[in-house]
């Protein structure tokens, strides 16, 4: 196995291993590797659905999709889904579409958001179509002290209303006022579950609100965290090969992925693992 870090920041490289093939001692190595550096990019891999998840399964028990995501299931990996523009039939195979997904922690509107992210690009796109990933514990290290004073002890409220690909949800009503979105509330300032070292959790922007504050107020404080974790010193933007499977931290990064030309495929396999509680 060789590793190499991708940014000062954040993401570690790994070749020469097949994940299938790997023993307690070498996931050990690995697990460690994720946890310090927060992303993960393993080269070469051939998957099947069910070896995807049966490689997902060993940072923790899977989180199911979000319920709009569950009726794209592979019947042999039924906790995988799709992330993908392809249309078959008239239909989308996958989430996300060709546009902009902006920045987000994967589902940090529940009260538990998943620990690990595990996405496999199958077919990938070389126009666009790149994944950007931010280290908060580094962005929050880094933070000049008048701007975290601010945030310390801080709430902040998750919207569920809207994908990170900016759609309406089923079932969701368009929100008028943050302070009644729905979804759900975390610290600003959030330790890991199994370092304990501290992170900002700042969600995604749209809609987001700092619990308690007037509007105007936390409008004017998210803007300016989101303009300081969004840093470029805080990333790694991620150019995918055909293969390429990465591993996140949801607890310690946020990512957003560059709109791609629809008329191109792009077809990636998704599983996601609950935070231990
Ligand atoms: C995700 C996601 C980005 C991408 O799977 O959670 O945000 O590059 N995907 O497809
Ligand atoms: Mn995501």
Same mark, same amino acid.
């Given at each position: 196995?060789?590793?190499?870090? *991708?940014? /000062?920041?954040?993401? #570690? &490289?790994?070749?020469?291993? $097949?994940?299938? +093939?790997?023993?307690?001692?070498?996931?050990?190595?690995?697990?460690?590797?994720?946890?310090?550096?927060?992303?993960?990019?393993?080269?070469?891999?051939?998957?099947?659905?069910?070896?995807?998840?049966?490689?997902?399964?060993?940072?923790?028990? *899977?989180? /199911?999709?979000?319920? #709009? &995501?569950?009726?794209?299931? $592979?019947?042999? +990996?039924?906790?995988?889904?799709?992330?993908?523009?392809?249309?078959?039939?008239?239909?989308?195979?996958?989430?996300?579409?060709?546009?902009?997904?902006?920045?987000?922690?994967?589902?940090?509107?529940?009260?538990?958001?998943?620990?690990?992210?595990?996405?496999?690009?199958?077919?990938?796109?070389?126009?666009?179509?790149?994944?950007?990933?931010?280290?908060?514990?580094?962005?929050?290290?880094?933070?000049?002290?008048?701007?975290?004073?601010?945030?310390?002890?801080?709430?902040?409220?998750?919207?569920?209303?809207?994908?990170?690909?900016?759609?309406?949800?089923?079932?969701?009503?368009p929100v008028t006022d943050v302070t009644v979105a729905p979804?759900?509330?975390?610290?600003?300032?959030?330790?890991?579950?199994?370092?304990?070292?501290?992170?900002?959790?700042?969600?995604?922007?749209?809609?987001?609100?700092?619990?308690?504050?007037?509007?105007?107020?936390?409008?004017?404080?998210?803007?300016?965290?989101?303009?300081?974790?969004?840093?470029?010193?805080?990333l790694y933007v991620h150019e995918w090969r055909a293969n390429?499977?990465?591993?996140?931290?949801?607890?310690?990064?946020i990512h957003r992925r560059e709109a791609f030309d629809a008329?191109?495929?792009?077809?990636?396999?998704?599983?996601?693992?609950?935070?231990?509680?």
């Open positions: 196995m060789k590793t190499r870090n *991708l940014t /000062p920041a954040t993401g #570690s &490289e790994i070749t020469g291993i $097949d994940v299938r +093939a790997l023993d307690d001692a070498g996931f050990a190595e690995i697990e460690a590797l994720w946890l310090q550096r927060c992303l993960i990019v393993i080269r070469d891999q051939h998957l099947t659905p069910a070896e995807l998840c049966t490689f997902s399964r060993r940072f923790g028990e *899977l989180e /199911p999709p979000p319920a #709009s &995501e569950a009726r794209r299931r $592979d019947e042999e +990996a039924p906790e995988m889904w799709v992330i993908s523009n392809v249309v078959e039939n008239g239909k989308a195979i996958g989430a996300l579409g060709s546009g902009e997904a902006e920045w987000h922690t994967d589902m940090s509107y529940i009260p538990a958001p998943p620990s690990a992210s595990v996405l496999y690009g199958r077919e990938v796109v070389t126009n666009g179509g790149r994944t950007w990933f931010g280290n908060m514990m580094a962005a929050l290290d880094a933070m000049p002290a008048r701007l975290r004073e601010r945030l310390e002890g801080k709430t902040i409220n998750h919207d569920s209303s809207y994908t990170s690909a900016g759609d309406l949800r089923k079932g969701m009503q979804g759900a509330r975390h610290p600003a300032i959030r330790p890991h579950s199994v370092t304990a070292r501290e992170a900002l959790f700042t969600g995604r922007r749209t809609n987001g609100w700092i619990v308690g504050m007037d509007v105007a107020e936390s409008e004017e404080l998210l803007d300016q965290i989101w303009a300081w974790c969004t840093r470029e010193e805080f390429d499977l990465l591993v996140w931290d949801n607890r310690s990064t008329s191109a495929r792009r077809v990636m396999w998704r599983c996601q693992v609950r935070d231990v509680t």
